[in-house]
């Protein structure tokens, strides 16, 4: 498969942003779209459902693509927050609390250095979801098909937040390094 | 945020992951979000959590669109929906918080409950409940204990229990192993957010039955 690859969707993202660039835009919904309605239905959305919020989260991505830092997350990361809010708006009929915004925006001409290191990471912290033992890793994938509750979460029961927890660690390091 | 350095008490794991997966009740997201806009370390961890959820998407099996998605999605790109204004801090709330109240802190609707101990309940979904308490300096919220688990956020001022301190910016997370006696410092006034996925326990006769009329 020779698929673009982070750092291709943040520039396709950042087309999506300044130029309102359709070609781009449409390769970001052939590689994400079908992957956004596959986490909706597997979050309990029938079909109809799950289009239909499909096309919300896209055309979202499309009216915020200005606002997408590829400093701060993979744009698989920034796509699955718009899902997740849309599944909670829609399945569960609920408001979604979000922290304030960072006093600064996505710089003009992001560092490429800052944006390809935060790409790495995103993709050794997928490898590492990958390699963990199977049961581990179908608990992670219910957990954020909404499929775990809280208190099931709390309980770890099997979670192997550890093994993420140190992979995170390594990966965000630097990002905590530039909040300072 | 920066003035916030002195936070000891911070989000678990599993509260960060909770609320990255969508898991939680919308009280108990309301002060994660709130602990977040306060505490950078969090912040951090967060969006950390958030890129595991990034993973999770990547690696799920597409599933067929509709034939005419992408044109059905490009339509909807002309049509301008409203975008929900992000609220600002105000004071001693965070912009989430602020959101809730609907302004700043003289915005709140205190209400009396007991000893001094003033409650704001928060609109939120009914799966857990949050409200904001104003302990006055020195007092004591009655002694009690927990069914299921309880998060207190400190805005202003600072309490104590059998467990700690907590500040501005502190969490406490408290569940059914614990029964405490919180006490605000003296000096000001104590202004926490908390929530709770069920009613809280109080050891002694007179609040429990006060607690239907107070919702606490």
């Keep these: 498969m020779t698929e673009p690859h982070e750092p291709g969707w943040a520039d396709a993202v950042r087309r999506i942003g300044a130029d309102k660039d359709r070609a781009a835009f449409a390769e970001v919904f052939r590689h994400f779209a079908p992957r956004v309605k596959g986490f909706l ?3 309990g959305a ?3 459902l799950a289009e239909d919020c499909t096309q919300d989260v896209m055309a979202t991505l499309w009216r915020k693509a200005q606002q997408y830092d590829p400093v701060r997350a993979s744009v698989a990361t920034w796509i699955f927050t718009i899902a997740r809010n849309r599944r909670i708006d829609a399945l569960r009929k609920e408001r979604r609390p979000e922290p304030e915004d960072l006093p600064w925006g996505p710089e003009p001409e992001p560092d490429q250095t800052d944006v390809l290191v935060l790409q790495q990471e995103t993709l050794k912290l997928g490898q590492a979801l990958r390699q963990l033992p199977e049961k581990q890793r179908l608990l992670i994938e219910r957990a954020y098909f909404g499929d775990l509750s809280h208190s099931e979460i709390a309980d770890e029961t099997g979670l192997p937040l550890g093994t993420i927890k140190s992979r995170i660690r390594l990966a965000l390091d630097k990002l905590r390094f530039e909040m300072k | 945020m920066k003035s916030m350095t002195e936070i000891k008490h911070h989000l678990t794991d599993a509260l960060l992951m909770g609320y990255a997966a969508g898991a939680l009740p919308e009280a108990f997201s309301l002060v994660v979000a709130t ?8 912040r951090v961890r967060a969006s950390a959590y958030d890129a595991l959820g990034g993973s999770v998407l990547d690696e799920a099996p597409g599933i067929a669109l509709a034939d005419d998605s992408l044109e059905a999605t490009l339509a909807r790109i002309v049509v301008k929906s409203p975008e929900a204004p992000v609220a600002m801090r105000q004071g001693i709330l965070p912009g989430p918080l602020a959101g809730y109240v609907g302004g700043g802190p003289e915005a709140v609707k205190w209400r009396r409950i007991a000893g001094g101990v003033e409650q704001a309940i928060l609109p939120t979904s009914r799966r857990a409940s949050a409200r904001l308490l104003k302990i006055p300096a020195g007092a004591a919220v009655p002694d009690h204990g927990h069914r299921g688990m309880e998060l207190t956020l400190v805005l202003q001022g600072a309490f104590r229990d059998a ?9 406490e997370i408290a569940d059914e192993t614990l029964t405490h006696t919180p006490v605000a410092e003296v000096g000001a006034d104590c202004i926490c957010l908390a929530a709770t996925d069920a009613p809280l326990r109080f050891s002694a006769l007179l609040p429990r039955l006060a607690q239907p009329f107070f919702r606490i």
């Design chain 2, 163 to 171: 467990t700690d301190r907590f500040g501005p910016g502190d969490i």
């Design chain 1, 41 to 43: 239905i597997k979050s």
């Design chain 2, 35 to 42: 602990h977040i806009s306060l505490c950078d370390d969090c």
């Design chain 1, 46 to 48: 029938n079909p109809a």
